[in-house]
């Protein structure tokens, strides 16, 4: 009786290969991978619904003025703004930057004299 001769597997094929290239997700090394600003978590205060505020963000509406429509509170606070040209967008607080309030007596000016 002949004896079972025990099998050979070639080493796999991926062990021949380089490192993965910069910026591949195997990469352990990712310099398009996404920054997170920690401190937008706190938010900001003293942003109330109906506040006039300037976009600061990068992107879609960046440095318009809009108006808060929702207050949202989480891990990262957030509004949805409408700006003046009418467009929406969700905003992390930390983004926006309260306009100066215009006093009762400069609306009601503004409101004769259309």
Known sequence: MTRKRKPYYP???TTRRG???AGSDASPERPNLATIN???GAGQAGLRVGDRVRIEA???YSGETAVI????SGVIPSAVVRTESGGTRQVRTV???PMPRESAKARSE???GS
């Open 110 to 112: 503004d409101r004769a």
């Open 95 to 97: 983004d926006l930057a």
């Open 19 to 21: 490192p993965p290239p």
């Open 58 to 60: 990068a992107g879609t």
């Open 38 to 40: 920690l401190s937008a």
């Open 69 to 72: 429509e929702r207050l949202s």
């Open 11 to 13: 080493p796999a094929k």
